[in-house]
């Protein structure tokens, strides 16, 4: 095989199980976390749907940047087609009521947070060190000091000095938050910091982008609960 | 090779990390390597510690319009504080203003995924526009009532100020004179506007003199009102002030049927008319000089929006129930009569969506065919008469009071012999010592019940008082702030909603917004709040000693209050106990139903039975017997037993 069709084999086969593991994602969502064993649970009816994009975006902004909670959106890794949005949960005014449309996981919406997660992630991951985002030529979104202290001490991975629990910690709090249960954050922790982690002696750029789409793609993040 | 392996490997463990969540032994077996309260988090960390954490940020986002911690703010406090106290800190956040007025647009079913927008009325300057005057200006006036301790129910006055929301803009320099200022370029155009009118009081002076019909005097009326009006425009005032000031895109009604219809204008009075325009706009002149009106101006929060009280420069606000927006999205055609404003309001106000379930008949009634059927009366027997309310509200809501002609937004027209048929659709019988059957009807046998009225005003006087708008106002509370997927005991809203009728009995204007502000507390420090991934069929709080019994959640207060005292374990009248819900005999869950012969009836045929009792025409029958329920709780258990229904065994209801 030669280089190209190498590479072109490397991109399909990354595609494909994305989208499985997106199905999959579309799916576990819809099943319920709760421990006691009632027949409503045991259904696998949906508990919540998304938070929606605005909420999502928002959440981002303050999180991440200093002086975005008006500005940060996703439009630059949907093309800047605005109504794409609306398909990640939006309130829609239809005649003379407002209803929250579109919150239900499924693989088309899925698929498009996965598009705009990954340009995301891989920009965050590009500007470490840097102190800012960019997006594109010119937008650029100011990182907290905060997260980019957080991004920062994880720019010289794979080196074994940065691969500890409470950096990866911090980088998880200064995302998720304390949204999602502890054990979540265990098991996020275990699969970086295992020896045999596909990440391990990856590049910074591949690690942090894979960290931070294993947070933005959870239902922890995307969903209200 | 590897790198498939790598995306297998990738695959599965995202699978496992993001499927069904338990906390099963597999997952206990790697969080007992590193117990928690051993693991740094800034500190030392517990569960309780994480879940309390977890909880602030939640809040947070919930008080401050989805902004949630900030990195930079101080936490170490906020965790060493109770709860209740933290809400009360997040609620001195001017953010909490913009959370008020966002979920009074979601009560009122007007609310966008963005508050407002973002503008530049100068280079370098950013200011909000929360477009408030077409939305909703009673939300704002509610909104700024809780931050100041007023009165929240303003959200159902009538009454409100002209908050002027478009923003004041720079004049672009390529507009002005070289050296002119932005005050002298505005003062040189509203003149020009002034002349215009000017031209047209000299045609109308014309045409009184001279006489003739209106038709030619239209067009070049036309010419000039477009060019009053792009002299004012080009002034960079916010058009929504300068036409609600002036009046200058309002269509004068009179104008516009001698235009299009009758060739007939009462010249003199339209002459009245415009001179009274001409009035407001040389008050323009004194918005110039305003001293709370900047260039350009800069809004940061609904406390910056620019307000002008009834009688500031001689103008008279004109308060209204709807926005021009909202009446555009609630037409009035020449044959739904109001019905879509009505379906609204019940909608809104009463959360009342109008469940078609079958009514008894009055004994008298106007004997048209919605009166005649129960099926029709269903929903008609609440929908006409508050749609009553609406009868002189005509295109874009109009005001067509004493003209004895309606336009209706379907450009069709009812003067004579059709405006009276259309009006006395609403004429009360003389019998009944009222003029109109108008109002908010709760029994079509009982008028005791019913809250009759005559005008909008009447209409929001009544949406004021009524328990039950409380009552829905505090479930919409509950759904904007905990989820309206999740199902709510109703007992446990109707205890909060008491806030609301207690602060109302107090007559303190400031008890609505203690209550609005006691409810949101009461709902962030609730179980259903800190609950992780809740189950949307299942009630996490309950009304104070409210039992918690076996029936559905959903329906346990209503059943409970309405049914039981008849149909309990002491005395199951027609051998329906409504007092618990288990597994029969038949397997399935059901109440205890037991036939003559002693047999359990299966779930579709209990059901059958329960669907006829509250849903049958003979008042005789009619469940409950000779007592009053609700149409808003007969819907609530209607719904969940049609829901029931569905999974019950084949053979009974589907």
């Given amino acids: 095989m030669n280089r190209l069709s190498r590479l072109y084999f490397k991109k399909t086969v990354k595609t494909f199980f994305l989208a499985i593991s997106l199905s999959v994602l579309s799916v576990g969502s819809g099943c319920s976390r709760v421990t006691d064993t009632s027949d409503v649970k045991a259904s696998g009816a949906p508990v919540g749907g998304f938070k929606g994009y605005a909420a999502t975006q928002k959440v981002i902004a303050t999180r991440l940047f200093e002086g975005a909670r008006d500005s940060f959106n996703f439009n630059p890794y949907l093309g800047y087609e605005g109504s794409l949005l609306k398909l990640l949960g939006s309130f829609e005014n239809l005649g003379s009521t407002t209803s929250f449309e579109n919150s239900t996981p499924n693989a088309m919406n899925m698929l498009l947070w996965q598009i705009i997660f990954s340009g995301l992630s891989k920009d965050i991951a590009k500007s470490c060190g840097d102190g800012s985002l960019v997006i594109g030529e010119s937008l650029k979104y100011n990182y907290n000091s905060s997260f980019a202290n957080r991004l920062g001490a994880l720019c010289m991975w794979p080196e074994a000095k940065v691969k500890n629990e409470a950096n990866l910690l911090n980088l998880w709090l200064a995302v998720q938050g304390f949204d999602a249960p502890r054990q979540e954050f265990d098991s996020w922790r275990d699969f970086f910091l295992s020896p045999d982690s596909p990440y391990a002696n990856s590049t910074y750029q591949e690690a942090i982008k894979a960290m931070l789409m294993t947070m933005f793609l959870t239902p922890d993040f995307l969903l209200e609960h | ?654």
Wanted: hydrophobic share 35%; with cysteine; glycine share 6%.
């Fill in chain 2, 1 to 654: 090779m590897r790198d498939f392996v790598n995306y297998v490997f990738l695959t599965l463990v995202i699978s496992v990390l993001t499927a069904c969540y338990q906390t099963d032994s597999s997952l206990q077996g790697s969080s007992d390597k590193k117990p928690l309260d051993k693991v740094s988090l800034d500190g030392e960390s517990s569960e309780d510690l994480w879940a309390k954490r977890a909880w602030i940020d939640k809040a947070a986002r919930s008080l401050r319009y989805g902004e949630g911690i900030s990195p930079a703010e101080d936490v170490d406090s906020l965790m060493s504080m109770p709860k209740d106290e933290i809400i009360e800190y997040l609620m001195k956040d001017l953010r909490f203003l913009d959370t008020i007025l966002d979920f009074n647009l979601f009560f009122l079913g007007l609310k966008n995924d963005s508050l407002y927008r973002i503008e530049r009325p100068a280079q370098n300057v950013e200011s909000r526009n929360y477009d408030i005057m077409s939305l909703s200006p009673a939300s704002l006036s509610s909104a700024r009532a809780v931050w100041e301790n007023g009165d929240y129910f303003k959200l159902f006055s009538f009454e409100h100020p002209f908050y002027n929301d478009e923003l004041f803009y720079e004049v672009p320099t390529d507009r002005k004179s070289p050296g002119q200022s932005d005050r002298d370029y505005r003062l040189d155009n509203i003149n020009l506007a002034l002349d215009n009118y000017r031209q047209l009081l000299v045609l109308l002076d014309q045409r009184i003199e001279q006489g003739g019909g209106a038709k030619e005097f239209c067009e070049k009326f036309s010419e000039i009102h477009s060019s009053i009006e792009n002299n004012l425009y080009k002034t960079e005032f916010p058009r929504q002030l300068i036409n609600n000031f002036t009046g200058i895109s309002t269509p004068d009604f009179d104008l516009q049927i001698a235009c299009f219809f009758s060739d007939t204008l009462d010249f003199v009075k339209f002459k009245g008319v415009l001179a009274r325009q001409m009035e407001r706009v040389v008050k323009l002149v004194a918005i110039v000089d305003h001293p709370n009106v900047s260039t350009p101006q800069v809004v940061k929060s609904p406390l910056d929006i620019l307000t002008f009280q009834n009688g500031d420069f001689g103008i008279e606000s004109k308060p209204d129930i709807f926005s021009f927006q909202s009446w555009f999205k609630l037409p009035n055609s020449s044959t739904n009569f109001n019905r879509k404003r009505a379906a609204y309001v019940l909608k809104t106000y009463f959360c009342d969506d109008l469940t078609p379930i079958n009514i008894a008949l009055p004994s008298s009634h106007a004997g048209n065919k919605h009166a005649d059927d129960p099926s029709c009366a269903s929903c008609h027997y609440k929908m006409d008469p508050m749609a009553g309310f609406f009868r002189n509200r005509g295109i874009f809501g109009s005001n067509f009071e004493n003209k004895n002609i309606m336009l209706f937004d379907d450009q069709a027209l009812f003067q004579g012999e059709k405006y009276n048929s259309y009006m006395n659709t609403w004429k009360a019988p003389s019998e009944l010592g009222r003029e109109w059957n108008v109002g908010y009807i709760r029994s079509a046998t009982d008028p005791k019940k019913n809250s009759y009225g005559d005008s909008i005003a009447d209409l929001m006087k009544i949406i004021r008082t009524s328990n039950e708008v409380k009552q829905c106002l505090t479930k919409r509370m509950t759904e904007y702030f905990l989820g309206s997927d999740q199902v709510y005991d109703a007992g446990w809203v109707s205890s909060l909603a008491k806030n609301f009728e207690a602060a109302d009995k107090s007559g303190d204007a400031g008890a609505s917004s203690q209550a609005f502000k006691e409810v949101v507390k009461k709902l962030l420090l609730s179980n259903t709040f800190v609950k992780q991934d809740p189950e949307k069929n299942q009630c996490y709080d309950y009304a104070p000693g409210e039992e918690v019994s076996s029936l559905p959640c959903e329906v346990s207060f209503l059943i409970n209050k309405n049914c039981v005292q008849c149909h309990s374990a002491n005395g199951a009248a027609g051998g329906l106990d409504l007092s618990t819900w288990s597994k029969r005999g038949t397997g399935e869950l059901n109440f205890s139903h037991i036939d003559r012969n002693g047999i359990q009836q299966t779930k579709s045929q209990t059901f059958e039975k329960l669907i006829t009792s509250l849903s049958t025409n003979d008042k005789e029958k009619l469940m409950p017997l000779n007592k009053f329920m609700a149409p808003t709780e007969r819907a609530q258990i209607y719904k969940w037993i049609e829901r029931e229904s569905s999974t019950a065994v084949v053979g009974g209801l589907k």
